[in-house]
């Protein structure tokens, strides 16, 4: 990583209150958040996250290009994309929560230009900032949710697989 000062705090406050987890934030809240934020580059086929590596404590708010999210198959091997990131997409949001080891790899298809809250920053936010904080974690909190929505729907479906699949036994 390397720091750019590409883009104004204007610029990713609009990005923050444009994504889809934080559409609504108050123009203020989100610069109050993007004034911590520290911008990073990366280039074509660098790691953002690397799924298993241990969670740096950073969320990160993809400014400009586009990165892939691929996480493993059951076998360990073959990877799977499962979700593309582009600019107001974030990455690294469950571990930045929860702070686990990353469960998906996310690498730059194209030279990637991120805004990088560290968790540290939001803690401190809490304290000097709250409606801020608030506001993100809110958000965080509306994206977990459709994970969660996400995954009881991928459950349904492969259920109603598993169980055609016990007739076809019998």
């Known amino acids: 990583m390397s720091v750019t000062p590409t883009?104004?705090?204007?610029?990713?406050?609009e990005l923050l209150s444009c994504a889809t987890a934080f559409v609504g934030m108050p123009r203020q809240q989100a610069l109050r958040v993007a004034e911590v934020m520290a911008m990073c580059e990366y280039k074509q086929?660098?790691?953002l996250t690397q799924e298993g590596n241990v969670n740096q404590g950073h969320l990160i708010l993809v400014v400009?290009?586009?990165?892939?999210?691929?996480?493993?198959?059951?076998?360990?091997v073959d990877p799977m994309v499962y979700r593309r990131a582009k600019p107001g997409h974030l990455v690294g949001e469950v571990g930045f929560v929860?702070?686990?080891r990353h469960s998906a790899t996310c690498t730059a298809v194209t030279p990637v230009?991120?805004?990088v809250l560290e968790r540290d920053h939001l803690?401190?936010?809490l304290e000097s900032q709250p409606m801020a904080a608030a506001q993100?974690?809110?958000?965080?909190l509306k994206i977990m949710a459709q994970r969660i929505r996400d995954a009881n729907?991928?459950?349904?479906?492969?259920g109603v697989v598993h169980m055609g699949l016990q007739q076809e036994l019998a």
């Open 153 to 158: 729907m991928t459950i349904q479906t492969l």
């Open 7 to 13: 883009y104004s705090l204007g610029q990713i406050a």
């Open 136 to 140: 993100l974690m809110a958000g965080l």
């Open 45 to 47: 086929g660098d790691m």
């Open 64 to 76: 400009s290009g586009e990165a892939k999210i691929t996480s493993k198959l059951v076998n360990g």
């Open 98 to 100: 929860d702070g686990s």
């Open 113 to 115: 230009h991120a805004a």
């Open 123 to 125: 803690t401190r936010m």
